[in-house]
């Protein structure tokens, strides 16, 4: 009994989706942001161009203010274009961010609405669980995390910072453009360096969190029989299951309308398809039956594969009420039956038993 109390077993599709609608989510914060930074790296050095234009139109368009009286209706203007050109240089940056930052965390549990986290909980601000929240090993592992890769990053960054230290006395040598262009490339590498680090801990900080997820979404088996219980009663899962089984039932009796000896007809409303092989079966067998629109699908299935239909309406109507599909036809329609499976094996220049005459 303890065994099935312990929660040993992986969580099953439906814990894993009532969690979903609950807006619980594997997720890692470090694994949007390095997607997010990233991003804004690469958005910023492609708009570097377009900015650059922005801030000298800027620039030369305070140069025209020189000398001007600073009235109420030039500050104004003054206020009007510089809210303007920063709108105009942030705004493209800021979206592409805002997209990064959506997919970055799309991108790690797939795309989820819900309102549920939203709804109000008097547990959420129970002081007691607060404090304990505050002190509790998650919260010592997430500041050893951040403590070890702040000292990391900032450790490799200074190491970078040193070399570039020594370039220094030749890149006071250089035109102004060239050291511009030389801080543009170290500050890429600088970029680039503090980029890999990021990613290589949210790398690992995406598989402690998913782990932590699973770990706490196990079930056990107690919980997984409850769960069966239930899906088990739900209406509609059993009508879902029906129509799954009559589905497949009904392919698995199409197919075996080709290999009939006979489809015995109504002619309309009924339809019999029988094959009688003494090998396997002591007496004829009911492979396939329909009525109405079903009937009409094994009648054309029967022309098409050249299968012989005989009308022959009470003995339709007695095989398609008292015999189950893939069951021997009893011994009261012995002697009908044979006389139609005599008839088609005439035609056919075949005996009873299967062979050639």
């Given amino acids: 009994m303890a065994d099935d109390l312990e929660k040993t077993e992986e969580p099953t599709a439906k814990k894993i989706e009532d969690a979903r609608k609950e ?23 492609l708009l570097f161009g377009f900015i650059a234009e922005r801030m000298d139109a800027l620039v030369r368009y305070y140069l025209t203010l020189i000398g001007v009286p600073l009235e109420r209706e030039a500050l104004f203007d003054l206020m009007l274009v510089t809210m303007r050109e920063f709108l105009i240089m942030t705004l493209p940056l800021s979206l592409i961010v805002a997209v990064a930052g959506v997919i970055g965390n799309v991108a790690q549990f797939g795309f989820l609405f819900t309102t549920q986290p939203l709804v109000p909980d008097l547990k959420k601000i129970d002081p007691i669980k607060g404090f304990a929240n505050l002190v509790s090993l998650k919260k010592l592992i997430e500041g050893a ?65 998913r782990k932590q997820y699973f770990d706490k979404l196990k079930m056990s088996k107690q919980e997984i029989k409850d769960e069966h219980k239930n899906m088990e009663g739900d209406p509609h899962i059993k009508a879902k299951i029906r129509q799954i089984q009559m589905q497949a039932s009904r392919k698995r009796m199409m197919a075996a309308v080709p290999e009939a000896d006979v489809v015995i007809t109504n002619p309309t409303h009924y339809a019999v398809a029988i094959r009688y092989d003494e090998k396997k079966h002591a007496a004829p067998v009911v492979v396939a039956k329909g009525k109405d629109q079903l009937a009409l699908q094994i009648k054309k299935i029967a022309r098409e594969h050249r299968v012989h239909i005989v009308e022959n309406p009470p003995l339709a109507r007695s095989l398609y009420r008292e015999v189950e599909i893939d069951r021997p036809i009893p011994e009261t329609l012995f002697a009908a039956v044979a006389e139609v499976l005599a008839y088609v094996y005439k035609m056919n220049h075949r005996t009873l038993g299967g062979g050639k005459r």
């Avoid at 500050?187 to 402690?208: K, Q």
């Fill in 145 to 209: 995390k951040i403590t070890l890769k702040s000292l990391t990053a900032m450790g490799v960054g200074f190491i970078f910072f040193l070399m570039f230290i020594e370039e220094l006395p030749t890149v006071a040598l250089f035109g102004f453009g060239d050291q511009m262009a030389w801080m543009r490339d170290k500050a890429i590498v600088m970029a680039l360096v503090m980029l890999t680090i990021l990613f290589v801990f949210a790398v690992f900080d995406l598989m402690i969190i």
């Fill in 23 to 45: 807006g619980n989510v594997p997720k890692s914060q470090d694994m949007a942001g390095i997607a997010t930074l990233f991003v804004a790296i690469l958005a910023f050095l």
